[in-house]
C-alpha cells in the first residue's frame, strides 16, 4: 500500500516491491520506426499523435523519471541504479578543475569535476598540519594510485617544481565544445557492487567485476579506447557533485589556472607546532572544523544542483536506454544490467557510437526535461495532496470530497470549454482531458528521431495517467457535493476506489526525489543533504539512510538539514 503519511514510508515497502522484475519492453520495437514526422510546435487534440508507440505504464514512468532526474543531484542519489545512457554537451568556455599531486597535466584520461569544491576535498588537506586526517584509498596523505605524472602545461601558468609535498589545483577552460560526451543516469560514481556503476563496465565490455573501486580506472580506460573511433571527449558521473572522465585533455581544454596548494597552517601563518603546548588541542579543533567546513562547502556544491547542472546540455534525440530493450526493475535500488546478453550489450554500444559519431547538437531537439519539470512541478502537490486527503482517519468522507473539489476544480475548468445545453458534461470533460495531456506533453521541435518518439510516448502515456486520475478524483467528488447540497441521497463508496487508484499511480510514478525533502527549513549555514553513495565528508551511504526488510540500504523520505558541525560530529571526512 502507498503510504497514508510519506513521512513513515521507510517501514513500508511499495506495493510494486512485490515483483522484483517486470516487462518493460515496448510493444514495438522504436529503433526501427523508420519515418517521423516533422511538424510545428503546436498540438491540438490531434497533434502529433501519429508519433505515438505503445509502451506500459511502468516503462513510461522509468523513462519520464530518467529524463526529470538528468542532471539532478537529489534525482541521482534517490534513484540510484541507472541503466540509461544520455548523450551530453559540454559548451565551449565552461572550467572545469582536476586536482592531483604534482601538478602536471595528465597525458591520458582523468577526473575533472564541474565544481572547484569537488577537487578541492580531495587534495586539500594532503599536506602538513594539525589535525590532518588520513587521505584517499591508497595511504594516508597519498594521492589516488592512478594519479601519475603528465606532460608540461603548454601555454598558461607553469607547474610546480616537484617533490614539494604540496597538491595542485589545476582549471581548464573547454576551448573547443565537448560535443561527444555521455551522461551516465543514476549515483554512476558510487563505488560499489550493487548495480550503480553497471553502466561502466557494460560500456567498457567488462564482467564479473568483484571490486569496483579497483576496476573503474580499467573500465574508464577501456570505454576511452572504445571511443577513439568516433570521437568520444568522454563521460559523466555523479559522486557528491558531477565530474567528467575527459580521455584527452590535449584535445579540447586549454590550462587557465595550476594553484600550488599551501598548507594549512601556512595560510594562516602558523606553525606546525605551537610553542605553548597547552593551546595545542585547541589548535588541532581549529584545524578539525576547517577540514569540515571543506567537507561541507563540497555538500553545498553538489546540493546545488539539485535543481539542475546547467553547465551541462543534452541531446534527447540521441538517448539511449536500456528500458526498451530487456527485463529491467521497477526498483531503482536494486535493478541490474550488468548481466545482459552480448547482443543487447553489443547492441547498445555500437547505438551510441552511431549517434555520437556526428557529435551532439542539443540546440535542434526538445529539451523534454523542461517538460518533465513542469509535469512534476504542476501536479505533485494536487497528486500529494489527494493522496493526504483520501488517507486521512481525521476528515469524514463529506470533508474529503469538499477538499478534493477544492484541489481539482480550476484545473479541470482551465480545460472544460462551456458549450451550451445540447452537449453533456461528461463528453466535455472528455475533450477536456484530452487538451489537458497535449498541452503539458508535446514536442517542441519535430521529432526527427526514435529516441524523441519514445520519450515523448513516455511522457504521453504519463501524463494521461496524472490527468485521468485528476479528473476522476473531480469527478467522484463532485458527485458527492451534488448530493449533498441538492439533498439527494450519498453515496461515498467511490472513494475507497479512488483511494485505490491513487496508490496505484503513486507507486507507478516513484517520484519520491520530489517528495522527499527536509520537514524543516534549513538554517544559512545548513542544507537538506541527500546523502551519497559514493564517498562523501559524511561518509559511504550510511548518514541519512535505513535498511529495509530485504536488508538494502535506502534513502530516509525525510531528509536532514547539515552544517559543517553535523560532519565535526559524524566523525570528520572518512576518506
Known sequence: MY???????????????????????????????????????????????????????????????????????????????????????????????????????????????????????????????????????????????????????????????????????????????????????????????????DQQFLLANMKDIDNPLFGEFEAAERICEWGKSFGLDGFIRIEMGYEAVICDFFDKLELVSNITVDWANNTLNLPIKLSDESLNEEYTDLFKSISAMEGYDQIRAGNVHDKRDGRILLDFSKFQTMLNRTYVGTDPYTRRIYNVSSDLREGIRDDLARVLKPGTNPY?????????????????????????????????????????????????????????ADVSMESGLERAKLLAVKEYAHPLEPVASASDALIYSSLHKVTEMIVDAVFESFTVSRTIINSYFLKEDI?????????????????????????????????????????????SPLGWGQFGTYEDADGKRRIEPDLRCVSYKTILGHGGRPF
Not at 604534482?102 to 591520458?108: F, L, S
Not at 485505490?500 to 534549513?522: A, G, K, Q, V
Request: aromatic content about 10%.
Open 364 to 420: 535542434q531537439s526538445t529539451n523534454w526535461q523542461l517538460m518533465t519539470t513542469e509535469i512534476v512541478e504542476k501536479f505533485s502537490p494536487i497528486l500529494r495532496l489527494i493522496n493526504q486527503t483520501l488517507s486521512s482517519d481525521e476528515a469524514t468522507d463529506l470533508e474529503k470530497a469538499k477538499n478534493i473539489t477544492v484541489f481539482t476544480t480550476n484545473t479541470v475548468r482551465r480545460f472544460a470549454q462551456w458549450s451550451g
Open 491 to 535: 453515496d461515498f463508496s467511490p472513494l475507497e476506489k479512488l483511494q485505490s487508484d491513487m496508490i496505484d499511480l503513486l507507486n507507478t510514478l516513484r517520484w519520491d526525489s520530489t517528495f522527499y525533502r527536509c520537514s524543516e527549513t534549513c538554517a544559512w549555514d545548513e542544507v537538506c543533504y541527500t546523502p551519497s553513495w559514493g564517498p
Open 3 to 197: 503510504l497514508a503519511s510519506l513521512e513513515t514510508r521507510k517501514h513500508l515497502p511499495y506495493v510494486a516491491g512485490s515483483v522484483v522484475f517486470i516487462v518493460v519492453t515496448l510493444l514495438v520495437n522504436p529503433w526501427s520506426v523508420g519515418h517521423f514526422i516533422d511538424h510545428t510546435a503546436t498540438f491540438g487534440e490531434e497533434a502529433g499523435d501519429g508519433l505515438l508507440l505503445p509502451i506500459t505504464r511502468e516503462n513510461a514512468s522509468a523513462i519520464f523519471n530518467t529524463v526529470q532526474g538528468a542532471l539532478r543531484n537529489k534525482n541521482a542519489q534517490v534513484e540510484p541504479i541507472g541503466v540509461s545512457f544520455i548523450p551530453a554537451y559540454i559548451p565551449e568556455g565552461t572550467l572545469l578543475y582536476h586536482g592531483n599531486g604534482d601538478g602536471q597535466i595528465p597525458e591520458g584520461l582523468e577526473w575533472v569535476a564541474m565544481d572547484h569544491e569537488f577537487s578541492y576535498t580531495f587534495i586539500a588537506d594532503r599536506g602538513k598540519h594539525p589535525g590532518k586526517h588520513p587521505g584517499p584509498p591508497g595511504g594516508p596523505g597519498k594521492p589516488p594510485s592512478h594519479w601519475k605524472p603528465g606532460k608540461r602545461p603548454g601555454p598558461g601558468p607553469p607547474a610546480p617544481s616537484g617533490g614539494s609535498g604540496h597538491t595542485s589545483m589545476l582549471t581548464f577552460r573547454v576551448r573547443e565544445p565537448l560535443s561527444r560526451m555521455i551522461l551516465l543516469d543514476g549515483s554512476s560514481a558510487a563505488k560499489t557492487t550493487s548495480g550503480e556503476m
